[in-house]
């Protein structure tokens, strides 16, 4: 971890404590000492002192034999402060549900977070067959349509700083060239909108759109699509649906 701005150093049980509630944040259930020990790589006796303390003051839980550890119920009450109090979530809604009623499909919302997207809010597809995205959740900039839309705004160097040659894979569709990955984001810029091919979750494509209310953007809204649903003239009309939701997002956010 970076030292802050004025030349102090960070303080170590502060960067233990969030290091850990990032641990458990990104692997749900509970976990073994043993298990955090290996990940985190404090020392045994230190780390259950700092379990033990987070546990009392409710932000990490254990399991009926107290040997197995996971995130806590403060962590919850902090995240949704951060959504309530969010002015950009707050200024969408509107727009997200008559995007939602427009297309009737999947609706998202979602914020860049270093090589990452976390999604701050969602309205659900009317229909039975859709897929399931919640509030919070964090995927991969590369393998989303939303991030490709946040990434488009940066420059092809800032997108070299942020991400490694090589991207994870969680498709067989998913780019995982860095290179080929900016060559997509040329067009981005160019048609307005990014698209996810399968490359996130199979079955399902997705476009997504940035909101420029900030350069680079970190906001961006995408509609989500089983391919068994989509025709060219329905994927026409959830560009435009996305190009009008865009339109008013930017009014909608200009004071903020």
Not at 116 to 140: C, D, E, I, K, M
Not at 222 to 248: H, N, W, Y
């Amino acid at each position: 971890m970076a030292a802050p701005e004025g030349g102090g150093s960070p303080v170590k049980s502060a960067v233990r404590t969030v290091e850990l509630l990032e641990y458990f944040a990104g692997r749900p259930g509970m976990h073994s000492l043993a298990e955090v020990q290996e990940a985190v790589g404090y020392p045994k006796s230190s780390l259950y002192m700092l379990l033990r303390t987070l546990v009392d003051l409710g932000w990490v839980e254990t399991d009926a034999t107290g040997t197995r550890y996971g995130i806590g119920v403060r962590a919850l009450l902090v995240g949704t402060s951060y959504i309530d109090g969010d002015e950009v979530v707050a200024a969408a809604r509107p727009t997200l549900d008559r995007l939602a009623d427009d297309t009737t499909e999947t609706i998202h919302l979602a914020r860049l977070d270093g090589t990452n997207v976390v999604y701050l809010a969602t309205r659900q597809s009317q229909h039975y067959l859709r897929p399931f995205t919640r509030v919070g959740r964090r995927l991969p900039a590369h393998s989303t349509s939303l991030g490709k839309a946040l990434l488009s705004t940066h420059s092809d160097d800032q997108v070299r700083a942020l991400l490694p040659e090589h991207l994870d894979a969680l498709t067989e569709n998913t780019v995982t060239d860095r290179e080929r990955l900016i060559g997509e984001l040329h067009q981005v810029r160019e048609q307005g909108y990014a698209v996810d091919r399968e490359e996130n979750t199979v079955g399902l494509r997705c476009f997504g759109v940035a909101i420029p209310y900030r350069t680079p953007a970190r906001d961006a809204i995408s509609c989500s699509v089983p391919v068994a649903r989509l025709t060219p003239g329905r994927e026409q009309m959830i560009k435009d649906a996305l190009f009008d939701a865009r339109d008013r997002l930017i009014l909608a956010t200009r004071r903020l």
